[in-house]
C-alpha cells in the first residue's frame, strides 16, 4: 500500500495505490477466515469457491482450488469452469453470472476477513477518505490492468488529478482505455464506508438492558422487557398514558372515567356497597382523589366491614388496574401508538400524588441525574423500583412505579404481537409534532451551526412587544401563544385574563402550565393542539414579532443558511422543541460521532423512538429557519434592515442559566444548580459507554465539567475600603470620575423614571424586574465600565508618552551641559597656546534668512549653506555653548506660561564645524585677532530655558 500524493491536483487530496496479492489491502493477501464450517486462505479464494459452488462443481474441485495460491486461483478457477462446463452453457452464456458472482462473493470475503484480521481493519481505515486504486497489472477487472510505478508515471506525464480519476471509475463510459475498471479499489471503499456508518449507528443508538416482568415475577420462569437509558415521564402529550388522567374507556360494557375509578368500582362491587356510595366514587372528576374518597368511605363503614375481607379485596386493587390499563391501551388505537413510540425507554409516572406505588414520588430531573453515575444504569434503577436491589438511604424516597412499569410491559407484549402478524414497528409510532415540509432549508443549509437559549431574542419569551390583528398588544409573543392555547382548550375569561396579568413571558408559561395541570381534556384534543395548533401559534406569534421590529429580523437574517438549534435540557414535556443538552455539550457530541448540520437535522426529524437517547427534535430552531426561509423569498434583506445594537452573545443568550431551564418551574437565573446540574444526555451516555473502569477517559471528564457559578455580591454590600497608601491620591484625584461613574450607573435606572435627579439603586426595583431586564442593565453598565475603562488606559498611555519625551529632554540637557563643559576646557587650553595665523574670516549669520530674503541670497529651491564658525573659541563669546535659541513668534514671554507648552518632538543641534581632514589643523588665533561681526542679539543662556524646552538654530 503506497500512498500516492498528487502535486499536480488543484486540491489537496490522496489516492492510495495498492500492490498485488501480497499488499495487506489485496483481497489475494493471505489471512484464512472461516465460515460454514470451511476454511479459506483469502477472499479471492472464498469468492472463487462460491462461484464454483453455486454451478454445482463437486467439493473435490473446490479443495483443489483452495490448495492454489493466491496469484493463480482466478486462472485456476476459469479452468475448472471450463473443464466442467455445466450443460447448456458455455463460456459466453456465464460471464455475466460469473463476473456478477466475483463481486458479490469477494465483497462478502471482505467483510468476513475485515471482522478477524486487525491488521486488515486498521490498514483499511488508515486511508480515511482516500482513493483507493489497485495497481494489478494481470488483472484490468478488478484493478487498473497497470503496475504501480507504472500507474504513477501514467498520472504524472498525463497530469492526471484525484478529480478526474473518481470521475472515471464512476463513468465507464469516460474512462481512458489504458486505465481499468479497479472493481476492489471500489469494493474496499464500500467496505470502508460500511463500517463507518454501522461503528456511528452503534454510538447514536440506544443501549438496552432486560429486566423481568411485574405481572409475572412469582411465576417460576418470569417473562422480560428491554429497557434503555431513555427516560420518560407521562408529562405533556404522554400524560394521557397516566392512570391518573381521565381518559373513558368502556370495559365489558360498561363505561369508566379512568383506571382510578374502574380499580375502586370493583373494589366497592366486592365489598357489596350500596348504590349511594358508588355515585360518591363515580361523580368524583380527579383520578386522583379518587383514592382518597374511597378512604373516607371506606372509614365511615367503621366496624360493617371485616378487617380481614378488607385486606383480602385490596389486595386485588393491582391486578384491577393491570386489566383496566389493558383495555385502555387497546381501546384507543392513538394511546397505543403513543406506548409504542416510546421504544425502550423506561416510562416513570411523576403524577404528584400520594400512590408511593404506582408513581415513583420523585420528578423526572432526579431520575435523569442517576443516569450520569457511571454505576447506575437503567437495570439498577429498575431492580429499585421493584425491591429487587436494596434502595439506598438516600434514594428511600423513590416510588415502586408499578404504572411506568406496567406500561413497558404492555409495550413490548404490543411489539410482540406486531412482528408476529409481520406488521413493522415503525408505522405505528406516533410522530409528536408536524414534520417540516420545507426541503430546501435541508438542501441549503451549511456546515455553520447557531446556538440559542431561551434567553436569545430569538425564544418568545424575548420581551419584544406584540400587536396582534384586532390591536391588543401583548408584552411577549409567549403571551399570544398561551392566550391562544387557553382559548383552544377553552379556559374561561377569568383564567385567561390571570394569565394575560402574567408580566414576563416566563411568569405567563408557569401559569398557562398550572392551568393545563387542572384541566384533563380528551387525549385527540390534546394531541392535536402539541402535533399542530401548537406549532402554528409559535410560528404565528414569531412571525409577527420580526415584522414589527425590523432589528430582530435583521439578526435572523444575519443567520444566513446556518442550522439554528435550541439548546435546553430535555423534558418528556417538551421533547419536541429543544436539543436537549447543552451548547458546549452538543459540540463536543457532533465531533464525537461525527455528524454534520444535516445528518444532525435527519436525526431530529426522526421519531423518539429512532433518536439517540435525550436527544429533542429541535423544532424552534426548524420554526425560525423557515421563517428565515419566508422572508428570504419575499425579498427582505439584511442590508435594508437596521442593527440591533447588542454583542452576539446577548443575541443568543450564550452559556446562559436557561439551558437548565424547566417550563413550569419558577426559574432562578441567580441558582447555583442552573450552572453545576448534570443531567443524562447523548454526550453523557457515549462517554459513558466509552469509560474504562481502570483510566477515566477525557470524554467522560468533559461530559462531567460543570459551569462556574458566578460570584454574587448582595446589593447594599458595604464595599472595602482602599489600601492606607491609596486614600489620599483617591481622595484628591478620582473624585470627579467617581461621581462621573455614579453618575452613568445610576443613569438606566433614572431612565425608568423620567428625566430627574438620578436616585440610588433601589434593591426592591431591581427584585421587580425580569430576568431579560437585568441582563439588559447589567450589559450596559458593563459596557460603560469598559468604555472608562479605556478612557482611562488612553490617559495613562498620553502620561507615558509625555513622561517618556520628558526624561528624553532633560538627558539632551544633561548632554549639552557636559559638552559646555567640555569646551570651556577646551578654551582654557587655547589661551595657553602661543599664537598663530589666523583663519581667514568666513561670513557669519546670525540668523538663516528667510522668505524672499532666502530666495534672492541662495536661489529658489537652493538650501542655504551652513553658517560657517571659527575653528577656535573666542573668550568673549557667549557662554550658551553650541547651542543657539531660536526666536519662535509662537513662544510666551511668561515663564510660567512656557511650561505649559507641549514639548517639541525633536531637537536639531548645530556644533562647530571641524578643521577639515585634507588641511593642516591651524592653532587658535590671538586676542588680537580679527573679531567676527557684532550679533543683533545676546541668545538666551541655557539656565533661562525651561524643562523640555530646547530649541536650536
Not at 406488521?423 to 432549508?441: G, H, M, R, W
Given at each position: 500500500m503506497t500512498p500516492a500524493t498528487l502535486a499536480d491536483s488543484a486540491v489537496d487530496e490522496r489516492v492510495v495505490v495498492i500492490g498485488n496479492e501480497t499488499d495487506i489491502l489485496h483481497s489475494g493477501y493471505t489471512h484464512a477466515f472461516s465460515e460454514g464450517g470451511r476454511r479459506y486462505p483469502s477472499a479471492d479464494h472464498y469468492a472463487h469457491a462460491m462461484t464454483l459452488r453455486r454451478l454445482g462443481l463437486d467439493d473435490a474441485l473446490v479443495l483443489?482450488?483452495?490448495?492454489?495460491?493466491?496469484?493463480?486461483?482466478?486462472?485456476?478457477?476459469?479452468?475448472?469452469?471450463?473443464?466442467?462446463?455445466?450443460?447448456?452453457?458455455?463460456?459466453?452464456?456465464?460471464?455475466?453470472?460469473?463476473?456478477?458472482?466475483?463481486?458479490?462473493?469477494?465483497?462478502?470475503?471482505?467483510?468476513?476477513?475485515?471482522?478477524?484480521?486487525?491488521?486488515?481493519?486498521?490498514?483499511?481505515?488508515?486511508?480515511?477518505?482516500?482513493?483507493?486504486?489497485?495497481?494489478?497489472?494481470?488483472?484490468?477487472?478488478?484493478?487498473?490492468?497497470?503496475?504501480?510505478?507504472?500507474?504513477?508515471?501514467?498520472?504524472?506525464?498525463?497530469?492526471?488529478?484525484?478529480?478526474?480519476?473518481?470521475?472515471?471509475?464512476?463513468?465507464?463510459?469516460?474512462?481512458?482505455?489504458?486505465?481499468?475498471?479497479?472493481?476492489l479499489g471500489m469494493l474496499l471503499m464500500w467496505l470502508r464506508h460500511e463500517v463507518r456508518a454501522d461503528f456511528k449507528r452503534q454510538r447514536l443508538s440506544a443501549k438496552t438492558a432486560v429486566v423481568d416482568d411485574i405481572s409475572s415475577s412469582d411465576s417460576s420462569t418470569p417473562a422480560q422487557m428491554t429497557v434503555s437509558e431513555m427516560i420518560v415521564a407521562l408529562d405533556g402529550v404522554f400524560r394521557p398514558l397516566s392512570n391518573f388522567y381521565a381518559v373513558p374507556t368502556e370495559i365489558k360494557g360498561e363505561r369508566y372515567r379512568s383506571v382510578e375509578h374502574y380499580a375502586y368500582q370493583r373494589l366497592f362491587e366486592a365489598l357489596d356497597l350500596d348504590e349511594k356510595m358508588m355515585e360518591k366514587l363515580k361523580t368524583t372528576v380527579e383520578p386522583s382523589q379518587?383514592?382518597?374518597?374511597?378512604?373516607?368511605?371506606?372509614?365511615?363503614?367503621?366496624?360493617?366491614?371485616?378487617?380481614?375481607?378488607?385486606?383480602?379485596?385490596?389486595?386485588?386493587?393491582?391486578?384491577?388496574?393491570?386489566?383496566?390499563?389493558?383495555?385502555?391501551?387497546?381501546?384507543h388505537p392513538l394511546l397505543k401508538r403513543l406506548l409504542l413510540t416510546t421504544g425502550d425507554a423506561l416510562i416513570v409516572e411523576t403524577a404528584n400524588v400520594d400512590e408511593l406505588q404506582w408513581s415513583i414520588a420523585t420528578d423526572e430531573k432526579e431520575i435523569q441525574h442517576l443516569l450520569t453515575k457511571s454505576y447506575?444504569?437503567?437495570?439498577?434503577?429498575?431492580?429499585?423500583?421493584?425491591?429487587?436491589?436494596?434502595?439506598?438511604?438516600?434514594?428511600?424516597?423513590?416510588?415502586?412505579?408499578?404504572?411506568?412499569?406496567?406500561?413497558?410491559?404492555?409495550?413490548?407484549?404490543?411489539?410482540?404481537?406486531?412482528?408476529?402478524?409481520?406488521?413493522?414497528?415503525?408505522?405505528?409510532?406516533?410522530?409528536?409534532?408536524?414534520?417540516?415540509?420545507?426541503?430546501?432549508?435541508?438542501?441549503?443549509?451549511?456546515?455553520?451551526?447557531?446556538?440559542?437559549?431561551?434567553?436569545?431574542?430569538?425564544?418568545?419569551?424575548?420581551?419584544?412587544?406584540?400587536?396582534?390583528?384586532?390591536g391588543r398588544r401583548m408584552p411577549t409573543p409567549m403571551h399570544w401563544i398561551c392566550e391562544q392555547g387557553a382559548k383552544y382548550f377553552g379556559c374561561s375569561e377569568s383564567d385567561i385574563t390571570w394569565l394575560m396579568e402574567a408580566t414576563s413571558g416566563r411568569e405567563a408559561a408557569i401559569r398557562y402550565g398550572e392551568m393545563?395541570?387542572?384541566?384533563?381534556?380528551?387525549?385527540?384534543?390534546?394531541?392535536?393542539?402539541?402535533?399542530?395548533?401548537?406549532?402554528?401559534?409559535?410560528?404565528?406569534?414569531?412571525?409577527?414579532?420580526?415584522?414589527?421590529?425590523?432589528?430582530?429580523?435583521?439578526?435572523?437574517?444575519?443567520?444566513?443558511?446556518?442550522?439554528?438549534?435550541?439548546?435546553?435540557?430535555?423534558?418528556?414535556?417538551?421533547?419536541?422543541w429543544a436539543i436537549g443538552m447543552r451548547e458546549r455539550d452538543l459540540r463536543i457530541?457532533?465531533?464525537?460521532?461525527?455528524?454534520?448540520?444535516?445528518?444532525?437535522?435527519?436525526?431530529?426529524?426522526?421519531?423518539?423512538?429512532?433518536?439517540?437517547?435525550?436527544?429533542?427534535?429541535?423544532?424552534?430552531?426548524?420554526?425560525?429557519?423557515?421563517?428565515?426561509?419566508?422572508?428570504?423569498?419575499?425579498?427582505?434583506?439584511?442590508?435594508?434592515?437596521?442593527?440591533?445594537?447588542?454583542?452576539?452573545?446577548?443575541?443568543?443568550?450564550?452559556?446562559?442559566?436557561?439551558?437548565?431551564?424547566?417550563?413550569?418551574?419558577?426559574?432562578?437565573?441567580?441558582?447555583?444548580?442552573?450552572?453545576?446540574?448534570?443531567?443524562?444526555?447523548?454526550l453523557l451516555l457515549l462517554a459513558k459507554h466509552t469509560l474504562n473502569?481502570?483510566?477515566?477517559?477525557?470524554?467522560?471528564?468533559?461530559?462531567?465539567?460543570?459551569?462556574?457559578?458566578?460570584?454574587?455580591?448582595?446589593?447594599?454590600?458595604?464595599?472595602?475600603?482602599?489600601?492606607?497608601?491609596?486614600?489620599?491620591?483617591?481622595?484628591?484625584?478620582?473624585?470627579?470620575a467617581s461621581d462621573e461613574f455614579n453618575q452613568q450607573m445610576k443613569a438606566p435606572l433614572a431612565a425608568t423614571n423620567g428625566p430627574q435627579t438620578p436616585a440610588p439603586i433601589d434593591p426592591t426595583q431591581l427584585d421587580a424586574m425580569d430576568l431579560v431586564e437585568l441582563r439588559t442593565l447589567f450589559m450596559t453598565m458593563v459596557s460603560r465600565v469598559r468604555d472608562l475603562v479605556v478612557s482611562t488606559r488612553t490617559q495613562q498611555n498620553e502620561m507615558d508618552y509625555l513622561r517618556s519625551e520628558i526624561e528624553r529632554v532633560r538627558r539632551n540637557r544633561r548632554e549639552l551641559e557636559e559638552r559646555r563643559r567640555k569646551r570651556r576646557e577646551a578654551d582654557t587650553f587655547a589661551d595657553q597656546q602661543p599664537p598663530t595665523?589666523?583663519?581667514?574670516?568666513?561670513?557669519?549669520?546670525?540668523?538663516?534668512?528667510?522668505?524672499?530674503?532666502?530666495?534672492?541670497?541662495?536661489?529658489?529651491?537652493?538650501?542655504?549653506?551652513?553658517?560657517?564658525?571659527?575653528?577656535?573659541?573666542?573668550?568673549?563669546?557667549?557662554s550658551s555653548g553650541d547651542v543657539r535659541q531660536r526666536a519662535s513668534p509662537?513662544?510666551?514671554?511668561?515663564?510660567?506660561?512656557?511650561?505649559?507648552?507641549?514639548?517639541?518632538?525633536?531637537?536639531?543641534?548645530?556644533?562647530?564645524?571641524?578643521?577639515?581632514?585634507?588641511?593642516?589643523?591651524?592653532?587658535?588665533?590671538?586676542?588680537?585677532?580679527?573679531?567676527?561681526?557684532?550679533?543683533?542679539?545676546?541668545p538666551a543662556s541655557v539656565g533661562e530655558l525651561s524643562d523640555g524646552e530646547i530649541v536650536s538654530d
Open positions: 483443489e482450488l483452495l490448495a492454489t495460491p493466491s496469484s493463480d486461483v482466478t486462472f485456476k478457477a476459469m479452468q475448472l469452469v471450463r473443464d466442467n462446463m455445466p450443460a447448456g452453457h458455455d463460456m459466453d452464456s456465464l460471464a455475466s453470472y460469473l463476473a456478477a458472482s466475483r463481486d458479490a462473493f469477494t465483497m462478502q470475503g471482505l467483510r468476513l476477513r475485515f471482522k478477524v484480521d486487525s491488521g486488515f481493519e486498521r490498514a483499511l481505515m488508515e486511508t480515511a477518505d482516500a482513493l483507493l486504486v489497485v495497481c494489478d497489472d494481470r488483472d484490468s477487472e478488478f484493478g487498473v490492468g497497470m503496475g504501480e510505478q507504472a500507474f504513477l508515471e501514467w498520472m504524472r506525464s498525463e497530469a492526471i488529478t484525484c478529480d478526474m480519476l473518481g470521475y472515471w471509475l464512476r463513468n465507464d463510459r469516460a474512462r481512458p482505455p489504458t486505465m481499468g475498471k479497479n472493481k379518587v383514592w382518597r374518597v374511597a378512604e373516607k368511605v371506606l372509614q365511615g363503614l367503621g366496624d360493617k366491614i371485616e378487617e380481614g375481607s378488607l385486606e383480602q379485596k385490596m389486595a386485588k386493587l393491582d391486578r384491577w388496574r393491570m386489566t383496566a390499563m389493558k383495555y385502555k391501551i387497546n381501546v447506575i444504569g437503567p437495570d439498577r434503577i429498575v431492580n429499585w423500583m421493584t425491591k429487587s436491589n436494596k434502595l439506598p438511604r438516600a434514594l428511600s424516597h423513590i416510588g415502586a412505579n408499578k404504572t411506568g412499569l406496567y406500561l413497558m410491559e404492555l409495550r413490548g407484549k404490543l411489539r410482540r404481537t406486531a412482528q408476529e402478524r409481520g406488521e413493522t414497528p415503525d408505522t405505528a409510532l406516533l410522530p409528536l409534532v408536524a414534520p417540516c415540509t420545507n426541503n430546501a432549508i435541508k438542501t441549503m443549509m451549511t456546515q455553520h451551526m447557531i446556538c440559542f437559549t431561551a434567553e436569545s431574542v430569538f425564544h418568545p419569551l424575548y420581551p419584544a412587544e406584540v400587536k396582534t390583528p384586532d393545563m395541570l387542572d384541566r384533563q381534556p380528551a387525549f385527540e384534543k390534546l394531541y392535536q393542539w402539541e402535533y399542530n395548533e401548537r406549532l402554528a401559534a409559535v410560528k404565528l406569534a414569531l412571525r409577527t414579532v420580526f415584522e414589527q421590529h425590523p432589528p430582530l429580523l435583521r439578526v435572523l437574517l444575519d443567520t444566513g443558511d446556518s442550522l439554528l438549534v435550541y439548546c435546553q435540557r430535555f423534558s418528556s414535556r417538551d421533547s419536541e457530541w457532533c465531533a464525537e460521532v461525527d455528524v454534520d448540520t444535516k445528518e444532525l437535522m435527519d436525526l431530529c426529524a426522526r421519531a423518539l423512538a429512532d433518536r439517540p437517547p435525550f436527544l429533542g427534535g429541535n423544532r424552534l430552531g426548524v420554526v425560525l429557519m423557515e421563517l428565515r426561509r419566508e422572508f428570504v423569498l419575499k425579498g427582505v434583506f439584511p442590508q435594508q434592515l437596521p442593527e440591533l445594537n447588542i454583542s452576539n452573545d446577548a443575541i443568543l443568550g450564550t452559556d446562559s442559566p436557561t439551558e437548565n431551564w424547566d417550563p413550569l418551574e419558577v426559574f432562578d437565573p441567580l441558582s447555583v444548580d442552573n450552572y453545576i446540574a448534570l443531567w443524562a444526555n447523548p473502569a481502570k483510566e477515566p477517559s477525557e470524554l467522560w471528564a468533559l461530559a462531567n465539567t460543570v459551569k462556574t457559578a458566578p460570584h454574587l455580591v448582595p446589593i447594599g454590600e458595604p464595599t472595602a475600603p482602599p489600601p492606607p497608601i491609596l486614600q489620599p491620591s483617591l481622595a484628591t484625584q478620582s473624585t470627579a595665523m589666523p583663519h581667514p574670516p568666513a561670513p557669519q549669520f546670525d540668523r538663516l534668512p528667510s522668505g524672499a530674503d532666502r530666495n534672492r541670497m541662495f536661489g529658489s529651491g537652493a538650501a542655504p549653506p551652513p553658517p560657517s564658525m571659527p575653528n577656535t573659541w573666542r573668550p568673549d563669546r557667549p509662537s513662544r510666551p514671554a511668561n515663564g510660567d506660561a512656557r511650561k505649559a507648552q507641549p514639548v517639541a518632538t525633536s531637537t536639531t543641534v548645530i556644533s562647530s564645524s571641524p578643521a577639515p581632514q585634507n588641511q593642516p589643523s591651524r592653532q587658535a588665533p590671538s586676542k588680537s585677532a580679527v573679531a567676527p561681526p557684532p550679533r543683533a542679539s545676546s
